[in-house]
């Protein structure tokens, strides 16, 4: 089953760009095609989030806006693109919500907690490392991917960057309120450390030499390298594991639990790779891994 559904993503992805590699808009219309199946006669016990959202129709999902590959707006359409994106709207389509149905709202790093704790958006999936401080504040269903903080340099690596330890007396982007970043305030003191509210801002700055390198997860990174023209590279040496959550409010196990087991039937059908190969997998050209294992902590 997994292999079918993927290799006939693979079909409609090749026939879609030998149709129109030129044209913008391609992603858009490839990811249409393969839009999640959304489920029309589901039901959910009364008083559960599940039934709430399913008896609106709507969602409201946090997600990153500047980030290819995982959550990058698309101007020609409004909508954001990636592979968080394709995670999240499997998961709305389970709760029988079409993708018209989605409102999505941009979280930065810093603003994933409050949003999902004051109730500004139902879920966040946005390159969203689970760990225990934010277990503190917010749930997490997943992980549905595992990635690792490395770090991207100017083409070339003038300054022959290798790790973190080489960091030392140089100028770091990396963004307020990411994991990164406090592993290098926490870790490594002797980098100075420049933050913005998103990585977008960082690459602008590794751009036009404000700083010596940026910072975060490696897969963020990749696209980010991807869209530099030559301009960029990764130093390709993951030194943490961030295993990436979908964040809800605190408290609600049923959410949690049911969203869990979307993602698990994600892994099993092949939904999951599908959505890899369409989004973040495009960019690395790499085959989804296996998928990792959902923590029901
Ligand atoms: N995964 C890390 C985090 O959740 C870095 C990526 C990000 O800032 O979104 O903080």
Redesign the pocket.
């Known amino acids: 089953m997994r292999s079918t559904r993927r290799l006939a993503a693979l079909a409609t992805l090749g026939l879609a760009l030998a149709a129109c590699s030129s044209e913008a808009g391609t992603q858009a219309e490839e990811s249409a095609e393969n839009t999640a199946e959304v489920q029309e006669d589901v039901e959910f016990e009364a008083g559960t989030t599940m039934a709430e959202l399913n008896e609106a129709g709507a969602i409201t999902i946090g997600t ?1 806006f500047d ?1 290819p590959g995982f959550g990058l707006l698309n101007p020609q359409t409004g909508d954001p693109e990636g592979f968080d994106v394709e995670i999240a709207k499997i998961v709305a389509a389970e709760l029988g919500i079409p993708e018209d149905g989605i409102t999505w709202t941009e979280t930065v ?1 810093a603003n ?1 907690e409050p949003f999902i704790q004051n109730g500004q958006v139902d879920m966040v999936v ?4 689970i760990n225990d401080a934010r277990k503190q504040v917010v749930d997490f269903a997943g992980p549905y991917y595992i ?1 690792g ?1 490395d770090i991207m340099v100017a083409e070339g690596n003038p300054e022959g960057i290798e790790g973190p330890d080489d960091l030392a007396g140089k100028t770091v982007c990396s ?1 307020e ?4 970043a406090q592993n290098i305030r926490d870790n490594y003191p002797q980098a100075q450390l420049v933050t913005y509210d998103v ?1 977008s801002k960082c690459a602008d700055d590794l751009r036009n030499g404000n700083v010596q390198a940026v910072t ?2 490696n897969v ?1 990174l990749t696209g980010l390298v991807a869209g530099s023209d030559g301009a960029f590279e990764l130093v390709g040496n993951p030194f943490t594991e ?1 295993p ?1 959550g979908i964040g809800l409010e605190l408290g609600d196990t049923d959410f949690r639990n049911f969203i869990n087991d979307v993602l698990e039937e994600s892994f099993e059908d092949g939904r999951w790779a599908d959505a890899w190969d369409r989004t973040a997998g495009s960019i690395t050209g790499e085959e989804a891994p296996e998928p990792p294992t959902v923590d029901r902590y």
């Open positions: 990153k980030q790093s994933r946005a390159t969203y490392t990635a903080q963004v309120g990411s994991t990164p990585y975060t997860d963020i961030e990436y």
